[in-house]
Antibody, heavy 120, light 112 residues
């Protein structure tokens, strides 16, 4: 069964940095773009952006550009979402997802989600 | 950005009865290849989203045929022919034609 496995829940203080991960071992990592999606507490889904694992080409949604960084490590078939300075408003569940094709938005697989809590 | 507007936002349904969710986009979702990249996702309580329908009307493997997607241009519909208890959750439409891709606000389906 194809899976995306995300790292566990995190608690941080405002201003701290964080990196969460999304790993797959069951499909060709270079073949499928990875997307990141945010879900604020009790709210809907928001696109954050996408990354092409084959060359690390990245597109950020305007709302998130400059505040997060996407990265990949091909050797460990892992995608990362990272913050250098968290805000309380970053408290949310973050999902990685697999895109059928990076040219258009069509998700066929989701990770289980990582809950990030930012609180002083 | 393309705005996706779902209605209703809350949908109380009777078991065994049909249900319908509407999704409208602020511009046509026909992609340059002629396809419409409109998907429907189901998010059950405490779970990740799960794709039900892709490219307007294609049902994912394992999705009951009670679910169907239709529409054209800017108006789209997800139908459940006979609601079951397992269908409780939030349903989202999503457009993947225009970057940045966007989701609808979600429709919460609950049993009366």
């Amino acid at each position: 069964e194809v899976q995306l496995v995300q790292s566990g829940a995190e608690v941080r203080k405002p201003g701290e940095s964080l990196r969460i991960s999304c790993t797959t071992s069951t499909h060709n990592f270079n073949t499928y773009w990875i997307a990141w999606v945010r879900q604020l507490p009790g709210r809907g889904l928001e696109w954050m952006g996408r990354i092409d694992p084959s060359d690390s080409d990245v597109d950020y949604s305007p709302s998130f550009e400059g505040h997060v960084i996407f990265a990949v490590d091909k050797s460990s078939t892992t995608a990362y979402l990272q913050w250098s300075s968290l805000k309380a408003s970053d408290t949310a569940i973050y999902y990685c997802a697999r895109l059928v094709d990076g040219s258009y938005g069509d998700i066929d697989l989701w990770g289980q989600g990582t809950l990030v809590t930012v609180s002083s | 950005d393309v705005v996706m507007t779902q209605s209703p936002l809350s949908l109380p349904v009777t078991l065994g009865h049909p249900a319908s969710i509407s999704c409208r986009s602020s511009q046509s979702l026909v992609y340059s290849d002629g396809n419409i990249y409109l998907s429907w996702f189901q998010q059950r309580p405490g779970q990740s989203p799960r794709r039900l329908i892709y490219q307007l009307s294609n049902r994912d493997s394992g999705v009951p045929d009670r679910f169907s997607g239709s529409g054209s241009g800017t108006d789209f519909t997800l139908r459940i022919s006979r609601v079951e208890a397992a269908d409780v959750g939030v349903y989202y439409c999503m457009q993947g034609t225009w970057w940045p891709w966007t989701f609808g606000q979600g429709t919460k389906v609950e049993i009366k």
